[in-house]
């Protein structure tokens, strides 16, 4: 069964810094896309970043361009988000997503789709 657990999430206040974690389980992801996504309340789950199998290629969402950074260790089977100059509207739950199909593209990651692995989520609060 393939779990992807997302840790790291937490109370900042404006212009800090997080550190979000997913360990991926239950099979590797090492040659897959992995890609992270928020949902702030009463609004739709975005995009905020995606990272290819090997670290190469990384894509951002406009409004965290600058701030955020994708990474990823496949030895452990995890990716990180790196949250720099946090602002009150990253407010939100911090989803890691997981690809069901190795055809998916790592641009294909930066849509949402029900047809992916999805974490729990991690709340990320930030004070003004």
């Known amino acids: 069964q393939v779990q992807l657990v997302e840790s790291g999430g937490g109370l900042v206040q404006a212009g800090g810094s997080l550190r979000l974690s997913c360990a991926a389980s239950g099979r590797t992801f090492s040659t897959s896309p992995m890609g992270w996504f928020r949902q702030a309340p009463g609004k739709e789950r975005e995009f905020v970043a995606a990272?290819?199998?090997?670290?190469?290629?990384?894509y951002y969402a406009d409004s965290v361009e600058g701030r955020f950074t994708i990474s990823r260790d496949n030895a452990k089977n995890t990716v990180y988000l790196q949250m720099n100059s946090l602002k009150f509207e990253d407010t939100a739950v911090y989803y890691c997503?997981?690809?069901?199909?190795?055809?998916?593209?790592?641009?294909?990651?930066?849509?949402?789709?029900?047809?992916?692995?999805w974490g729990q989520g991690t709340q990320v609060t930030v004070s003004s």
């Open positions: 997503a997981a690809p069901r199909s190795s055809s998916t593209t790592t641009q294909a990651m930066r849509e949402y789709s029900p047809n992916r692995y």
């Open positions: 990272i290819n199998w090997n670290g190469g290629r990384t």
